[in-house]
């Protein structure tokens, strides 16, 4: 694609980037068969390609974003099914976030939409803040319908993506976990911030599973949200420092008793963290530590593949449904560990149909974009019914919260399931009254 950006615009570097990013696309058009929001919508605009000129526009000529580039580029998901599918190879993720971090510089959004994102922006990076806002979601359940009625579906869609019940408080703060058995590596698992209220039981298995396999884990002090969650609603500055804490976190481990990696069980911050030494190339203050933590940077299906530390067995004879989140199979190109990890464990595992579609989650895209998102949910589920698993996994906690809000079948994180294969505790999803596995 032609581009026409000036001298004085290129000396921008993400300009410079995005100009580059644009003279890959040759406009083939692949990317749409493959978009949720195309297959849903059928508008060119909500396309990837449709918003590659959106982009270019918008960049080229220098504009504050126009509301109407703000609902295209809202509706993304930013599940990069696209950079899957484009045979070019362009860095649509690079593109977008850019292109959102515009949206929110230049456009002024109507002030219940900037309410709402303002509150989300706050509270749901904030452990303390998510929990209380939690339990006045857990309560406030049964007014979702009347929230429809007065049109605020987000807030309706916020409490219909609350647990049915209250999470139980994991253990909390820095620590570290010592291996059993002699020590064959140590690593330090990302903490994060939502996914340590709503589902702290999934580091609680990652930790067991690796300490019974000889890994210490460090829970390091100062770690905390990864930054996704605000840099996809083009919080540049917001997401940026986040970035720079986390660095300095897992810096002090790596220059001290050093690190193997660095663990992350939801993709969704897996894919941002293994973004840092992009997102802090400029910033030569942090440049080279973020690149090496980048580097360090681990999903926790990856890294329990990469050890090879798990021997074949015959584990309970269960049908699990894998759904691959978007960020694992797209945005980090992981799709063959969780599965084989399982396998190996004894589970008997089935693709979903169309597994390449987002569910929807997508960071904060389900509170944001109700409707799109529920539709994509529902697709889903109609999905999964098709392998009649007797439980999901996934490896992300957005996917396990909107696919559990939508149906009766247990959904966990692998690694649940792995820890109970190697000798932990039955996932609690399977524990529920009524459940029959
Ligand atoms: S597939 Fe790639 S090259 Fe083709 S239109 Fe989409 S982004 Fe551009
Ligand atoms: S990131 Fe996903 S929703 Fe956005 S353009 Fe690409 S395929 Fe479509």
Redo the contacts with the bound molecule.
């Keep these: 694609m032609q581009t026409s950006f000036t001298l004085a615009q290129l000396a921008d570097p993400d300009i410079a980037e995005a100009d580059k990013i644009l003279r890959a ?7 749409t068969a493959t978009c949720p929001t195309y297959v849903m919508l059928g508008d060119e605009l909500d396309s ?2 449709g918003r ?1 000129y959106l982009i270019k526009d918008m960049l080229e000529n220098d504009r504050p974003a126009t509301a109407d580039v703000a609902t295209h580029i809202d509706r993304c998901l930013s599940c990069l099914s ?1 950079m899957t ?4 190879g ?1 860095h ?1 993720m690079h593109l977008v976030d850019h292109a959102r971090a515009h949206v929110h510089e230049t456009y002024r959004r109507p002030p219940l939409d900037r309410a709402m994102r303002a509150f989300v922006a706050r509270v749901m990076p904030d452990p303390k803040l998510f929990r209380w806002s939690l339990l006045g979601a857990f309560f406030a359940k049964p007014l979702a319908p009347v929230l429809d009625f007065f049109g605020l579906d987000r807030l309706a869609a916020m409490l219909r993506l609350a647990p049915a019940t209250f999470p139980p408080r994991g253990e909390r703060g820095p620590r570290v976990v010592p291996a059993q058995g002699a020590r064959r590596g140590r690593v330090a698992l990302l903490t994060g911030c939502a996914a340590s209220v709503l589902t702290p039981e999934i580091n609680a298995a990652a930790t067991r599973v690796l300490t019974r396999h000889g890994i210490e884990v460090v829970l390091a002090k100062g770690e905390g949200c990864c930054g996704a969650l605000v840099h996809h609603m083009g919080r540049r500055d917001d997401a940026l420092a986040s970035a720079r804490a986390n660095v300095d976190a897992w810096m002090r481990e790596i220059r001290g008793a050093g690190l193997d990696s660095i663990l992350v069980t939801a993709s969704g911050c897996g894919t941002m963290i293994k973004d840092y030494g992009h997102m802090l190339r400029g910033d030569p203050q942090y440049a080279e530590s973020a690149k090496t933590v980048s580097v360090l940077a681990r999903d926790v299906s990856e890294y329990i593949s990469q050890i090879n530390v798990l021997s074949a067995r015959s584990g309970p004879p269960m049908v699990v449904a894998y759904q691959a989140p978007c960020s694992l199979q797209h945005g980090q190109k992981i799709t063959r560990q969780p599965k084989e990890m399982l396998s190996k464990s004894g589970f008997v595992v089935k693709d979903v149909p169309d597994g390449h579609l987002c569910c929807g989650s997508a960071g904060t895209y389900n509170v944001l974009q109700p409707q799109l998102a529920r539709a994509l949910r529902d697709r889903k589920i109609a999905n999964i019914a098709k392998v009649a698993p007797d439980v999901i996994a996934a490896g992300n906690v957005g996917c396990i919260t909107q696919i559990a809000a939508g149906t009766e079948i247990p959904v966990v994180h692998p690694i649940e399931l792995i820890d109970w294969a190697t000798g932990g505790p039955m996932p609690g999803a399977l524990r529920r009254p009524g459940n029959t596995v």
């Design positions: 696309c040759v406009h083939c058009g692949f990317c990837p390609r590659i696209c599918t484009c045979p070019s362009v649509y």
